[in-house]
């Protein structure tokens, strides 16, 4: 997105405050961003240097990943959170979503049990309770749950696209129009749907749309944005469509069920294990050893295009 002058003005100042120094900022484009300061932008002073990043920045389309990787490295610097709070502001004014059912009905109107709420007999009280105090990530994680039990997968930990093809659509539609209603039309599956739709079902285009990715490296569960700050389409975010996988070479976590194919996900090229996964905190995370961010959510790829079909199907 292009900067008006003062926000050029105000990312810089913010970009000089949190990277006093050269080697800080060098370090920061190359832990985050995988990109080398010296070939982008030089300078005499770090506040010519700042200002030809910028430019570069604008001109390539990556300053909301500037922004990002910058509160990643310094998340506690305030000129940072400043103008990324703008310039957030400004692009949902310009990039309102309408959901793809217009009518966005009050929680407090919304069944939560009973045949009206679910083909299945689920409760939905507890996931609407978590919604209503915009507690999202306790609601994330109560989807799932909710989910995983419909499908009778809760041992497994995952849905396949054979159990999203035969999901119940008034638990679909229930699920969707709790968190619709809780984030004013902004979070929910339809939203994520017509976004999908939007980028011609490509998968990395819908990834940076709903900021899942940061320069094609998948958010971490902790990274993920629990509140209404978020991207539209940002939650709720499919885990159960996934389970975690990490490459090691040689020394990979192992749970006994053998290898998965080295074509599950795009960039996982070598030795991939599935492992298993415990209740709560470490029903998200697992249990696996080496760097969180070389972590990728394998089969949510696959088990989207199936989550859109049915959605479609079931005119959600």
Request: aromatic content about 10%; charged content about 30%.
């Amino acid at each position: 997105m292009g900067l008006s002058g003062q926000q050029r003005k105000e990312l810089q100042d913010a970009l000089i405050d949190a990277f006093p120094d050269k080697s800080s900022l060098e370090q920061m484009l190359s832990f985050e961003l995988d990109k080398s300061l010296d070939t982008i932008a030089g300078g005499n002073n770090l506040q010519d240097i700042v200002f030809n990043l910028i430019k570069k920045a604008e001109a390539e389309n990556w300053v909301e990943n500037l922004i990002d990787a910058a509160l990643l490295s310094n998340p506690r610097n305030q000129l940072l959170a400043k103008i990324n709070e703008e310039i957030n502001i400004e692009k949902n004014k310009l990039n309102v979503i309408k959901p793809s059912n217009p009518m966005v009905i009050r929680l407090e109107n919304i069944p939560r049990n009973g045949f009206q709420a679910s083909e299945v007999g689920v409760d939905y009280t507890q996931l609407a309770m978590k919604l209503y105090a915009q507690d999202f990530k306790a609601a994330d994680k109560e989807t799932a749950k909710v989910m995983l039990w419909v499908a009778r997968r809760e041992k497994e930990g995952f849905l396949r696209g054979q159990d999203i093809e035969k999901f119940p659509c008034r638990d679909l539609g229930t699920i969707d129009q709790l968190w619709l209603a809780s984030s004013g039309g902004k979070f929910g599956f339809s939203v994520q749907k017509q976004i999908y739709l939007e980028c011609d079902k490509n998968w990395d285009s819908f990834c940076d749309r709903v900021r899942w990715t940061l320069e094609g490296r998948y958010l971490s569960y902790s990274e993920l944005n629990w509140d209404l700050r978020g991207m539209w389409g940002h939650l709720p975010y499919p885990i159960f469509l996934s389970f975690w996988v990490t490459p090691f070479g040689d020394e990979c976590v192992n749970d006994g069920r053998g290898k998965l194919p080295t074509n599950t996900m795009d960039r996982v090229i070598k030795d991939i294990f599935r492992f298993k996964r415990k209740a709560e905190d470490d029903f998200i995370r697992g249990i696996f050893r080496g760097d969180f961010r070389r972590r990728y959510p394998a089969g949510v790829k696959e088990g989207y295009s199936s989550l859109a079909q049915r959605l479609s199907n079931c005119n959600i």
